[in-house]
């Protein structure tokens, strides 16, 4: 049986791989040399872009935990990382051109992967991954807006995450605004003095330079969310803007002195535990190490600990929710996966893992097989449960971090010894589920 994936990227090559290694012939699109889309310029597969990191290499970290979940799966992006790296401290990080090169001899070597090259502009209505990528190109963008309707966007402006427990509960507080309804937002109140140093220190901050690639073209009709403009321009309309936008205190009453804060900063459950809160409102180009200087001036974020930094770029992604299910399937379909940052996994390891999961549950299911189902303790796992779960109403992409995993059974104080314990279980349980 002959199978499709469209796009060699990182994911797409890893999805190719895990089916050609399960003996299904493969054709993998690619439209490079014939066409490039912005961002990438060489013609090898699994072109990296905007960095040659993928990021710590230590498994008690997010990505390195994920990492080795990958290495149990046979992955040949990490294949080819392992033979390409260079010196980066504790972080992997390779020569660009001699991975694509790697990967790219290493897919080519399955004889029943054939690459087809040239630009696809229709999408199979079966038995396909789709890993067309963040910048996938215009006309296959109208096929799956045609598919996912409105589910599909193309401006991603996203506010950052912190973790539930490095939030200061002697500061913020649980309320909803005139109590109505449960008490699902966490509220960080400031007064005037503490208002107008953050007010200075948000507009004077330094905001990250879009590249060419992520700026949207005059009369392009690209989507941009409605009130996606972010807090460091909206604050620059004047310094009672934010205090009547994002930052209104109107219903909320500060526990410690009884009356209305001057303004203040509202957190929503970011996932069903509970694990993780979005700023809301807080949407921002500003260049993280400016977001975390920022932002720790909120009261009750001093120490806060963020698992994603804010961004806003060009970003093609479907409301994954909505659409997929936990193995990466386009729900009612008849065996469409789809794979990579359009699933709304952010960086390339995470693209890559989507790659591998999306590409062996298709097997699966060709085979007549149950996909396998990963725990939420794993990384892996908690990545599928994160794009899948049709309680998050504000989809945004997310990378791997420790915020999405579930609570460990035991408090551990220190950081390290908590992730070692993270990564502890997660390998455990995974090697259980594999059979090792």
Not at 198 to 213: D, G, I, Q
Request: hydrophobic residues 40%; charged residues 25%.
């Amino acid at each position: 049986m002959t199978v499709k994936v469209i796009g060699a990227g990182l994911a797409g090559c890893e999805a190719a791989v895990q089916l050609a290694r399960r003996g299904f012939d493969v054709e993998l699109h690619e439209m490079k040399p014939y066409k490039y889309s912005p961002a990438h310029k060489y013609q090898g597969f699994a072109e990296l872009v905007c960095s040659n990191s993928l990021k710590a290499a230590r498994v008690e970290s997010a990505c390195g935990l994920l990492k080795e979940e990958m290495r149990r799966f046979g992955s040949v992006i990490l294949e080819a990382a392992d033979k390409t790296s260079v010196p980066a401290g504790g972080a992997l990080a390779v020569n660009r051109t001699e991975f694509s090169d790697e990967v790219t001899r290493l897919v080519k070597a399955y004889p029943n992967i054939r690459v087809v090259e040239g630009e696809v502009t229709e999408l199979p209505d079966e038995n396909a991954v789709i890993c067309t990528g963040p910048l996938t190109s215009d006309v296959l963008a109208e096929k799956i807006r045609a598919v996912c309707g409105n589910g599909l966007s193309f401006f991603d402006a996203a506010a950052p995450i912190v973790t539930a427990d490095s939030i200061d509960f002697s500061k913020a507080f649980f309320q909803t605004r005139y109590d109505k309804g449960d008490a699902d937002y966490i509220n960080c109140p400031m007064n005037k003095e503490e208002y107008e140093r953050f007010y200075e220190a948000l507009v004077s901050a330094e905001s990250a330079p879009l590249k060419e690639f992520d700026r949207p073209e005059e009369g392009s009709g690209l989507k941009v969310y409605e009130g996606c403009m972010p807090v460091e321009v909206l604050a620059k309309r004047g310094i009672e803007s934010v205090r009547y936008g994002c930052m209104k205190p109107v219903g909320l009453i500060d526990p410690r002195t009884g009356h209305r804060p001057w303004a203040a900063v509202q957190l929503r459950k970011e996932n069903t535990e509970g694990t993780m809160y979005n700023i809301v409102g807080f949407q921002t180009n500003l260049k993280f190490g400016e977001q975390k200087r920022v932002f720790s001036m909120i009261p009750g974020l001093e120490n806060a600990e963020f698992v994603r930094y804010g961004v806003m770029h060009r970003n093609t992604f479907i409301d994954s929710p909505r659409l997929l299910d936990e193995h990466f399937m386009l729900r009612g379909s008849k065996n469409v996966f789809f794979g990579g940052q359009i699933t709304g996994v952010e960086g390339y390891v995470e693209s890559a893992a989507s790659g591998i999961i999306a590409g062996r549950a298709l097997a699966d299911v060709l085979e007549g097989k149950q996909p396998l189902q990963l725990p939420v303790t794993t990384m892996l796992g908690a990545l599928c449960a994160y794009i899948s779960d049709e309680s998050v109403t504000d989809f945004q992409p997310m990378g791997s971090n420790m915020g999405i995993l579930p609570p460990l059974d035991r408090v551990i104080k220190g950081k390290q010894e908590k992730y070692a314990a993270y990564a502890e279980r997660a390998l455990k349980a995974l090697d259980e589920t594999l059979g090792k």
